[in-house]
């Protein structure tokens, strides 16, 4: 899958959002709209398929296990990143490493209870996405650019994050008073990184994937 896949993934996604919408102003019942777009996922080819939940960050863990998954097959059984296809479910406490940096700094997400990282340059709470591109030093998964999400979506892992999971997390916020949840939602939603495909229900995501062939593991 492409990087303008996931775009085009991303944009189908919210004009389903928007026809939901606006069909609840009209008094139109939901089941009028079009069904989410699956496109994402039928375009994921691969002779082994492999799910990784993720619904914590635990340090960029996830990232390292995925990085060293591929590279098994690579390096131990000499199957090429083409016929490897994975997926990332990102929701619960993993859902900021879907987020492009404006908004860690917008919410301060990195000193949200399931984050609470600290910058070692600043000893202050992190204001940017070190899990999508991070910097020589940062303590983050095996501390290497190869095990970020922008380096593994170049190698074909799909990273899904999930649509209710920035609700809740829009809930939290509005609680933190940043703002209302609706504004806070579409906010986030814009801002998610172009690696990241906005899936509506990540539980539904990894049911269709189970469908498709993928095995599962909790990392």
Not at 99 to 111: E, I, P, R, T
Not at 146 to 156: K, N, P, Y
Not at 200 to 219: N, Q
Request: charged share 20%; net charge neutral.
């Amino acid at each position: 899958m492409t990087d303008s896949s996931a775009h085009q993934g991303r944009r189908a996604f919210l004009g389903t959002v928007a026809t939901l919408g606006a069909g609840a102003a009209l008094g139109v019942a939901p089941a009028s709209a079009a069904p989410a777009s699956d496109a994402w996922l039928d375009q994921l080819k691969g002779k082994h398929r492999q799910l990784f939940d993720a619904p914590e960050p635990e340090g960029g863990t996830i990232l390292r296990h995925v990085r060293t998954y591929l590279d098994g097959w690579r390096d131990d059984y000499g199957v090429p990143d083409r016929d490897v296809s994975v997926i990332v479910t990102l929701y619960g406490g993993a859902t900021p490493l879907g987020l492009q940096d404006s908004m860690w700094v917008k919410y301060q997400l990195g000193g949200a209870a399931n984050l609470n990282l600290t910058d070692p340059t600043t000893n202050a709470p992190l204001v940017r996405n070190w899990f999508a591109h991070p910097q020589p030093g940062d303590q983050v998964a095996d501390g290497t650019a190869d095990s970020s999400i922008e380096s593994l979506r170049r190698r074909g892992v799909v990273f899904a994050l999930c649509n209710n999971a920035l609700k809740r997390w829009s809930g939290r916020l509005e609680k933190q008073g940043l703002g209302k949840a609706t504004e806070i939602h579409a906010d986030l939603t814009a801002h998610a990184l172009p690696e990241v495909v906005i899936v509506p229900d990540v539980l539904i995501a990894m049911t269709k994937a189970h469908e498709r062939g993928f095995a599962s593991v909790r990392s």
